[in-house]
């Protein structure tokens, strides 16, 4: 395949798309649609939706490149069984992962929550990782897939840059894997948080990685 530079902070990027995936992050109804997890949480879910159609677009050329392409999903087995119980018993009040909500058991694999929203829905052979944390790595099979397919650089959009994004990002690092991280294609449910994560991934150097956005990325593509 080609290299291409990415214009980036702390510094422009240079990668091979060969050795690069892009990974979408949770955008699943649960988090952006109301009467999900994030709503119960206490959020604002339409604060994230502004992700969708940047994410689109760049899925869009990253499958015409034929770049490896993984979606992922937060959620549940029916059981609860795979579900840490600090993670049970922290929520905002009325209903919790596992309740019945509006779009089916919160948070639960397989209920309507859990999917992944149509317009940046996988295709058949793109790789889906469901994952019971927020950091994709853990108790997942995301870590043999990069190496299968000798990947070294992530392009990550989703949701949220704090949490979920944000701990996959500082993982990713640890695995020796480089994190490049599209502004606009990720969202918080506080622009506080979405700021003060960016700048952490970039900062002293970009000690996590690089923050570009889906602009910069189309255009190194084009
Ligand atoms: N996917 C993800 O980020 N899960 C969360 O729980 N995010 C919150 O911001 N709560």
């Known amino acids: 395949m080609r290299k291409i530079t990415i214009v980036a902070e702390p510094a422009p990027v240079a990668i091979d798309l060969a050795e690069t995936a892009l990974l979408i992050i949770d955008i699943q109804k649960d988090f952006v649609h109301h009467g999900g997890y994030g709503e119960f949480l206490g959020n604002d879910p339409e604060l994230l939706q502004r992700v969708i159609a940047p994410t ?35 929520w905002a009040g009325g209903l919790r992962i596992g309740d019945v909500g509006p779009m089916g ?46 990947i070294k650089n992530l392009l990550f959009a989703g949701v949220t840059t704090d949490v979920c994004v944000g701990s996959t990002v500082t993982a990713a690092n640890d695995h020796g894997i480089n994190a490049i991280v599209m502004a606009d294609c990720v969202a918080s449910y506080s622009l506080t948080r979405h700021t003060a994560m960016l700048d ?23």
């Open 105 to 150: 058991r919160i948070l639960i694999r397989g209920e309507a929550g859990h999917a992944i929203v149509d317009e940046v829905a996988p295709l058949p052979g793109e790789i889906v990782i469901d994952k019971p944390g927020k950091n994709a790595f853990y108790r997942t099979g995301l870590e043999s897939h990069l190496r299968d397919a000798r």
């Open 56 to 90: 689109r677009m760049v899925l869009d050329a990253a499958r015409a490149t034929g770049m490896t392409i993984i979606h992922t999903r937060e959620g549940h087995l029916p059981d609860l069984s795979d579900c840490p119980p600090t993670k049970l018993e922290r």
């Open 200 to 222: 952490i991934i970039k900062a002293q150097g970009g000690i996590f990685g690089w923050v570009t956005d889906s602009a910069s990325v189309l255009a190194a593509l084009e």
